[in-house]
Each structure stands twice: as C-alpha cells, then as structure tokens.
C-alpha cells in the first residue's frame, strides 16, 4: 500500500510540474487569423420605399456606375505580389601604435655619483602600446509572395478611404494554408475590374501560415521552446 501511494504522489507532483509548462506554450502560440467585429457583421440589404412614386432607390447601381467596391460589404479582389529583397555589408579596421621613451642624460652632476650604478638617466622611460581591431558583417533577406485573395470592405472612413479585410483558408490533406489580408485602399487605386494591388494598400498586413501535420514538423517542440524561453544562459 505504501509503494501505492508514493507512486501516486509522484504521478501528481509530475502533472503538477507539467501544467505550467504546457500554459507557457499554449501562451507561446499565436494563431495566424485574426479577425474584426467589422469583418462577421451581416449587413441587410436596404428596405424598398417606393413612398415618393419613384422606381430609382438609394441603393440601386446607377446606369454609368462600374463594378468597383465604394460601400461597407463590398467586395475587392487584391493581387498580392509582394517581392523583397535586402542586403547590408559593414566593414571595419582600426590599428594604433604609440611608442614614448625618456631620459635625462645630464642631472645636476647626479651622473657621475654613485647613482649612475643602479640607474641609468639616460634610460629614464620606455614604453611601447599597440591595439588593432578588425570587424565584419554582412546580412541579406529576400522573400517572394504571389496570391490572389477577395476582400470585404468594413468600413469607409470620411475621406472616403476604404478599410479591407479578407481572409482565406485552403485545405489539402488535412493541411490548412491561411492568408490573412487587412489594410486601408484608396478609391482612385482601385481598377475598373475591382482589383487592386497589394503595393497600393497603406498599413497592408499580410499574413501567410500553414497548421497542419507538415506545418508542425518545422517547428520544434512545445518542451524545446518552453526551455528556450526559460533557460538563463
């Protein structure tokens, strides 16, 4: 019985050490969707007043009006092209030699005393320094985004800017690839097909993840990234 209750305690005091960690990586995992209020809200279609015997209504398309997006619950279709590239080479040398010497062959007589046996005047001071450094680096980071992604308006601030969001969600053999889209367009950018590029969002946030099995095996394990974010050297 007693062998019995020392493993149960055990048990417990190993569970109880291991939900701290698995809370730190649950803490350590952000999910790649982020959506607003804006995004899921349902705009219903505006009621029919045929009160002023009128068959025009505020909410009809004009007859020389295009296709492009201009109210909340439109939709824009973006064509993500996003090439990036970055390069810095740094480059440093210094050297420095100093030398100093000092004497005083002639003191007062003091040379022909019996000091001139244990100094020499003549050879007062004699130093030497020298230090030299050389230091280099160099960096560089290119990336390449090509995608298509339709987007809904949530808002039109008062200059008449447009605030987009869109989201998509491919799955193939259970893994998930997830673009996430949000930033602000202009009306003037927007081409008459209702597309717009990517290089024409202002505050573009483009997120691009998987989740799946491949996904994971990139990634180390939740244990290894508890360690590194714990580990004090």
Known sequence: M???KGNSSTIVKAAALCLPL???SACAHQSAEVATPAFDEQIPAPQMNYA???LWQASSTGLAEDVKARRRGDII???ISENASASKKAATGTSRDSSISAGIPNLLGLEKTPIKSWADLASLLSASYGSKFDGAGS??????LQATISAKVVDVIPNGNMLIEG???VRVNNEDQIIVLTGTVRGRDVSTDNTVNSALIADARISYSGKGIISDRQKPGWLMNVLDKVWPF
Request: charged share 35%; net charge positive.
């Open 167 to 169: 989201r998509r969600n």
């Open 52 to 54: 002023s015997g009128s």
């Open 22 to 24: 698995f809370w730190l």
């Open 77 to 79: 279709t973006v064509v």
């Open 139 to 144: 960096t560089s980071r290119q990336e390449t």
């Open 2 to 4: 007693d062998r019995k």
